[in-house]
């Protein structure tokens, strides 16, 4: 079984920081794209940034410049680094990491965290 555990959530004032971590445990083959999606109420699901194990990073347009995704893989962890937030990033976020479980089978799939709030207010 594989789990994706975050924390880091909080209530925090306009021009603040916080920083999200997601660890992944359990039966872990190898780990490809690991990233934060967020929703908000009234909002769709939106991706907010995705680290591949090789290749570019993506970012939201909305987060570029103010948001750092990271990736400790010896930890199978995944960071992200939130700066000079606004209410308008308030939202559940949500770690994604796409996991392959067996050696041999290629089975790997989307795996998500239980999403942690993040409210952005004075």
């Known amino acids: 079984q594989v789990q994706l555990v975050e924390s880091g959530g909080g209530l925090v004032q306009p021009g603040g920081s916080l920083r999200l971590s997601c660890a992944a445990s359990?039966?872990?083959?190898?780990?490809?794209?690991m990233g934060w999606y967020r929703h908000a109420p009234g909002k769709p699901r939106e991706l907010v940034a995705r680290?591949?194990?090789?290749?570019?990073?993506y970012y939201a347009d909305s987060v570029k410049g103010r948001f750092t995704v990271s990736r400790d893989n010896a930890k199978n962890t995944v960071y992200l680094q939130m700066n000079n937030l606004n209410p308008e990033d308030t939202a559940v976020y949500y770690c994604n990491a796409d996991i392959r479980t067996h050696w041999v089978i290629n089975d790997e799939r989307a795996y998500w965290g239980q999403g942690t709030q993040v409210t952005v207010s004075s």
């Open positions: 359990g039966s872990i083959f190898s780990i490809s794209t």
């Open positions: 680290m591949p194990s090789g290749g570019s990073t």
